[in-house]
């Protein structure tokens, strides 16, 4: 039967039927694919295909009589609009994890599937932990449940591989290898088995096209203690420019031969341990190296931080890159005010078209580098929105317009949002778009000790909004890839964060309010960590670079110091992007730094 004509209903319902089959009694469904990654290639949308939820994070568990799709606070709206709440309940998974939901409404002794390449050992752990109370059993399933019922399923990517320039990384690849190895051999590991895609492609300095806004290749590698690479991905894909790059180093297989290698290891007969993160790897894994008899060694991927921390030539690029989209920015800036309330067609998702036109102007542009959020009005307090053809609404009248985006360019990642008045903006409106932005400048023009953590700096940006009885239910900020993951681990802003900064770091800052029903506000910029003027302190240097709307500036709402900060930050907006605008657009940017002036 085509699954385009398949009802979630009927859905459910073939998916039960595969449930009982297996000898099990009901099945868990992530949304991740088996490298645990973001954005996920069509084939692995399972959570979208058997609910219709289309957020970034959650899970469903299946059970005979009930259903449930569960995921945070981003997503409790966009939640209520896309699942059919006669086939499932909806949860909040800050409120009740996974675990607990079985544990209250799986029936004592009931067995409950999960595939093995989907869930971590931790994520697993976690849930045991509730179900053992309950007297319910976990399986692990080699097979997947969803694929075997899903008609017509998307093929695996088949994306090229792209060379990252040493020169912009500013280290080779066998150069990291060799720094990375050093770190095994330090810890007495023979090997570490590495599934991020983004791992990956810094270890190797390639990126690839197997998913969408994500430049990445879908692989798995095994790093040697000798430095040495054994890589687990399609054959086919790999070309004679990445053998000879590699320097002798790579060892190409199939993904079906990861088990022999990992046996290949015990050569002789001393205890050998591979390093693996139980945290961010597939449980299977764990598995496979068990079955090899080789011992665990539970480290954080070695390569985020680095990862996290950019050299200098990455720095450098990642400027250039936020130059070239500050312009798109700004001139799409420009054509939302000039165009608003007359009669040119305007909603949700011809803003969204007309953002990702200005942008394919730059050069070096690629692709966005996550879905544009281009909310109006009570879309706007959805805060991972994402428009469609049901939801789109008319830009018209008066109200708040919140876009959140971001690029792919050749070397460098962005992710910026703008929230701009349409018509009259009310009262309230202003005042706390001016108390999110208050919040934005005291992390933007913070200067901190260097052993802070992410959750030090969170406390900032809420500071105005508290005092007025408000807060926003997502995190202040997220590391950010050099022409990578646009959501990047290894540093952060919130209040889970206890990394200490590093310079060279990238993250955002973008605290945000939402009132549910009416608007939403974000302000978001690109953030460098440097080293300060002041001795042992460190600051941040923000790169995103594009004009705050003036009309919703409440300017006697801010003190001495957040207008210097403010107006600093305009002149460099002007001065960095001026001459790449004709005069129209320079005359626009101008307007707009003299209505925002003290």
């Not at 859905?11 to 973001?38: A, C, H, N, V, W």
């Not at 002789?268 to 591979?274: A, G, L, P, T």
Request: proline fraction near 4%; hydrophobic fraction near 35%; glycine fraction near 8%.
């Amino acid at each position: 039967m085509p699954e385009n004509t398949l009802t979630y209903q009927e859905r459910l319902s073939s998916l039960r039927k595969e449930i009982s089959g297996e000898g099990i009694d009901g099945y868990i469904i992530p949304r991740t694919d088996e490298f645990q990654g973001e954005f996920l290639a069509d084939y692995a949308q399972r959570l979208k295909w058997i609910s219709g939820f289309t957020g970034s994070a959650g899970s469903a568990v299946i059970l005979p009589e009930k259903a449930v799709v569960m995921s945070d606070g981003r997503y409790t709206l966009q939640l209520r609009e896309e699942v059919d709440r006669s086939l499932f309940e909806l949860e909040d998974i800050t409120l009740i994890s996974l675990g607990r939901w079985l544990k209250e409404n799986a029936p004592e002794g009931s067995t409950i599937g999960y595939d093995v390449r989907l869930h971590t050992p931790g994520q697993i752990e976690d849930i045991e932990k509730y179900c053992k109370e309950g007297k319910i059993r976990l399986k692990p399933c080699e097979r997947n449940l969803i694929d075997a019922i899903w008609y017509n399923q998307p093929q695996r990517p088949q994306g090229k591989i792209i060379l990252f320039p040493d020169e912009i990384a500013g280290k080779s690849a066998v150069e990291k290898c060799d720094q990375i190895a050093a770190q095994i051999r330090t810890c007495n590991a023979k090997a570490c088995l590495l599934s991020a895609g983004d791992s990956i492609g810094w270890l190797l300095n390639i990126r690839g096209t197997d998913i969408e806004y994500s430049p990445l290749c879908l692989s798995y590698v095994l790093l040697h203690e000798d430095g040495y690479v054994d890589w687990f991905i399609d054959p086919a894909k790999i070309t004679n420019e990445i053998m000879e790059k590699s320097e002798g180093r790579l060892r190409v297989f199939g993904f079906d031969a990861l088990e022999g290698r990992l046996n290949a290891l015990l050569t002789q007969k001393e205890e050998v341990s591979i390093w693996l993160d139980r945290s961010s790897a597939p449980i299977w894994f764990e598995h496979v190296a068990l079955k090899a008899g080789l011992n665990i060694l539970d480290k954080a991927d070695p390569c985020v931080m680095p990862k996290a921390i950019k050299t200098g030539t990455e720095q450098e690029a990642i400027r250039k890159a936020h130059i070239e989209d500050g312009v798109a920015l700004t001139r799409f800036l420009k054509w939302i005010d000039e165009n608003q309330n007359i009669d040119l067609e305007m909603d949700e998702l011809s803003v969204e078209a007309r953002l990702e036109k200005f942008r394919k102007e730059g050069k070096n542009y690629i692709e966005p580098s996550f879905p544009t959020i281009a909310g109006f009005a009570e879309n706007g307090a959805i805060v991972h929105y994402r428009a469609s053809e049901k939801s789109c609404k008319e830009i018209r009248g008066n109200g708040i317009l919140l876009v959140d985006s971001g690029g792919q360019y050749r070397w460098g990642t962005t992710d910026i949002t703008r929230t701009r008045s349409i018509g009259t903006p009310t009262q309230e409106m202003r005042e706390n778009y001016t108390r999110v932005l208050k919040g934005h400048i005291a992390v933007a023009s913070a200067v901190f000790p260097k052993e802070t953590t992410g959750s030090g700096i969170d406390v900032r940006a809420r500071k105005a909004l508290r005092e007025a009885g408000l807060d926003y239910a997502h995190g202040t900020g997220h590391g950010v890839g050099c022409y990578s993951c646009v959501h990047e681990a290894g540093t952060g802003i919130s209040a889970r964060i206890e990394k200490p900064f590093e310079p060279g770091m990238l993250v955002s800052n973008e605290p945000g309010y939402y009132k549910e029903g009416e608007y939403g506000i974000r302000i978001e910029n690109l953030v460098l960590v440097k080293e300060s003027d002041k001795h042992g302190y460190y600051c941040f240097e923000t790169v995103s670079l594009a004009p705050f709307d003036p009309k919703l500036i409440v300017k006697d709402m801010l003190d001495n110091s957040e207008k210097e900060w403010l107006l600093k930050y305009l002149t460099t907006v002007k001065e960095l992007l001026s001459e790449y605008l004709n005069d129209d657009e320079r005359s626009w940017l101008a307007s707009q730094i003299n209505d925002s002036r003290p």
